[in-house]
C-alpha cells in the first residue's frame, strides 16, 4: 500500500483506511447516509493525531499490526516471539507470521495441494482459535458490537498509527440503507456498540497504553456520544411551552435562556463553518448531518442508552438487528422506474415513537402559539410579544431539524418534498381557529376555566 502512504513513518502505520461511499443514495441524501462530515471531516482531522479509527469496511491493514505485534519503534527484533499459544498450533500458519516479521514484501505463494488445504480448512474452523489470543490481542476483537472501533483502538494502543486516504476516484464503494426505519437500526447498532465499549475493558479513560491523549479524547468521543440523546430530548420538547395555560411560567427566564442559546450556538457553528472550509465539505451534506444528528438523538440514541440500563438487569440487552440493504435494482423493479422507491417506505417501529411525538407536538405548539397571538394580542406587552417571536422561532427551527423525518410520515407523498410546505401551514391554521373557538367557548360558557 505504498509503504503505508508515509516513507518516514510507513514502517509504524498499523492500517490506512478510506472513506466509506455509497452508489445507491438519493441525490438530496435526504437520510444523510453519505455522512460526509464524519469521513470528510472528522476521520481526516486524526489524521494530525494517531490517526483514524478503523471504520469495519474501506481499509487495508498491516498484517504484524493484525497480529498484536508492537510497531518498529516500541520494539527490537529480539522481541518478537510466535508461539502455538498465541497464533495457535498451524506450523503452516506460524511461519507465514515469521515471513510477515521480517517485512517480506514478495511471498511465493503456496502450492495448494491436498495436505495445504487440509491445514487451510483446520485453520479457519471455529475452534482453531479455543485457547490462543485470537479475540483478544490477536486479530479482530470478538464478543462486542463494534468490533471495528475496538480492533482499531487496540492497534493504535500498542502504539501503531494509521492514515486516511481520501481519493478523487473512490477506492470503496457498497451500498446504504436509504430507508429511514432500517437508517436508525443502523445507529442502534453502532451507537450501542459503541457505548458498550466504554462499559469493556476497553474503556479509552482506563486502557490503550500508548494512545496519544488527544486520540484517546477522540476515542472516548466514540463511545459516550449517544447519552447527549437525553439532553438533545428535553432541548426537542422546550417548544410545547405554548401548550402550557399560564405564559407566566416560562416568560421571565426565557428571553435571557435565548441570548444564552444562542451564545453558545453560535460559537459551536462558528467552529463548524472553520471545519467545514477546511474539510472542504458542502453545506447540504452539513445541513443533512445537523438533520439526521436530531433524528437519531430522538430515536436510535436512546434506544442505545436504554440497552446499556437494561443490560446489567437481564444480561440481554436489546437485540442488535442486522441491517437490511436493499438494493437498486430491486427497488425499481417493485416501483416502476423509480430506483429510490425504499426511501418512501415507512415502518413504524418502536424508536420512532418519541421524534413522531415531538414533531406532533411542534406542530401544535405552533398552531397554538398563532391562536394566542390573535386572541391576547392587544393584552400582550412588547415584551411578551417578544417573547412570543422568540417562542415561535424555536418551534421553527426545530420543524426544520425534523424535516426529513416529516417526509418519511409522509410515505410515499413525500416524492414531491414541497408538500409539507402546503399542509403544515395549513395544520397551523387548522390549529389555530380550534384553539381560537375554544377559547372564546370558554370565555363565554366557563370563564372560571380561563386562565
Not at 19 to 41: A, I, K, L
Not at 74 to 82: A, N
Not at 205 to 231: C, D, E, K, M, W
Request: proline share 5%; with cysteine.
Amino acid at each position: 500500500m505504498c509503504f503505508m502512504l508515509d516513507a518516514r513513518e510507513g514502517d509504524n502505520t498499523g492500517f490506512v483506511q478510506f472513506p466509506q461511499r455509497f452508489e445507491n443514495v438519493d441525490p438530496t441524501d435526504r437520510y444523510g447516509n453519505h455522512n460526509r462530515v464524519f469521513f470528510d471531516g472528522a476521520m481526516y482531522a486524526l489524521n494530525g493525531l494517531q490517526g483514524p479509527t478503523y471504520l469495519g469496511t474501506g481499509c487495508m491493514f498491516r498484517r504484524l499490526a493484525l497480529y498484536g505485534v508492537d510497531p518498529p519503534r516500541w520494539r527490537s527484533d529480539e522481541d518478537i516471539t510466535v508461539d502455538s499459544d498465541k497464533f495457535g498450533n498451524s506450523v503452516l500458519f506460524l511461519n507465514s507470521v515469521l515471513a510477515a516479521l521480517k517485512q517480506e514484501r514478495r511471498i511465493a505463494p503456496p502450492e495448494l495441494d491436498e495436505a495445504f488445504l487440509a491445514e487451510m480448512t483446520m485453520v479457519v474452523s471455529s475452534s482453531y482459535d479455543q485457547g490462543t489470543h485470537w479475540g483478544s490481542s490477536v486479530g479482530y476483537i470478538y464478543n462486542i458490537a463494534t468490533e471495528d472501533i475496538v480492533t482499531g483502538y487496540r492497534i493504535h494502543g500498542q502504539g501503531w498509527r494509521s492514515m486516511y486516504c481520501s481519493m478523487e476516484r473512490e477506492a470503496f464503494q457498497g451500498t446504504a440503507p436509504i430507508n429511514l426505519t432500517e437508517r436508525l437500526y443502523q445507529i442502534v447498532r453502532w451507537s450501542g456498540g459503541s457505548m458498550e465499549v466504554f462499559f469493556s475493558p476497553y474503556n479509552p479513560l482506563l486502557s490503550g497504553r500508548r494512545l496519544h491523549l488527544l486520540q484517546r479524547a477522540a476515542y472516548l468521543n466514540f463511545t459516550i456520544y449517544p447519552v447527549t440523546s437525553v439532553f438533545v430530548l428535553l432541548y426537542a420538547f422546550c417548544p410545547v411551552m405554548w401548550l402550557i395555560p399560564a405564559e407566566i411560567i416560562i416568560q421571565r427566564p426565557f428571553t435571557s435562556y435565548v441570548l444564552y442559546l444562542v451564545v453558545v450556538v453560535g460559537l459551536i457553528h462558528t467552529i463548524g463553518v472553520f471545519e467545514i472550509k477546511w474539510a472542504g465539505i458542502k453545506w447540504n451534506d452539513w445541513w443533512r448531518n445537523e438533520q439526521f444528528f436530531m433524528i437519531a438523538s430522538m430515536s436510535a440514541y436512546p434506544t442505545a442508552v436504554l440497552h446499556m440500563v437494561v443490560k446489567p438487569i437481564t444480561g440481554k440487552g436489546i437485540h442488535f438487528r442486522v441491517t437490511s440493504k436493499q438494493t437498486t435494482t430491486t427497488a425499481a423493479d417493485d416501483d416502476g422506474d423509480d430506483r429510490y422507491a425504499d426511501m418512501y417506505e415507512m415502518r413504524w417501529v418502536p424508536m420512532l415513537i418519541p421524534p413522531a411525538v415531538v414533531l406532533f407536538s411542534n406542530v401544535m405548539a405552533i398552531g397554538v402559539a398563532l391562536g394566542k397571538a390573535v386572541v391576547y394580542n392587544g393584552a400582550w406587552s412588547a415584551v411578551q410579544k417578544r417573547h412570543a417571536a422568540l417562542g415561535i422561532l424555536f418551534n421553527v427551527w426545530i420543524m426544520a431539524l425534523l424535516y426529513p423525518f416529516g417526509l418519511a410520515v409522509m410515505g410515499r407523498w413525500s416524492k414531491k418534498p414541497g408538500i409539507l410546505f402546503v399542509l403544515l401551514p395549513l395544520a397551523f391554521v387548522v390549529i389555530a381557529a380550534v384553539y381560537i373557538c375554544a377559547h372564546s367557548f370558554l370565555v363565554k360558557f366557563l370563564p372560571f376555566m380561563v386562565i
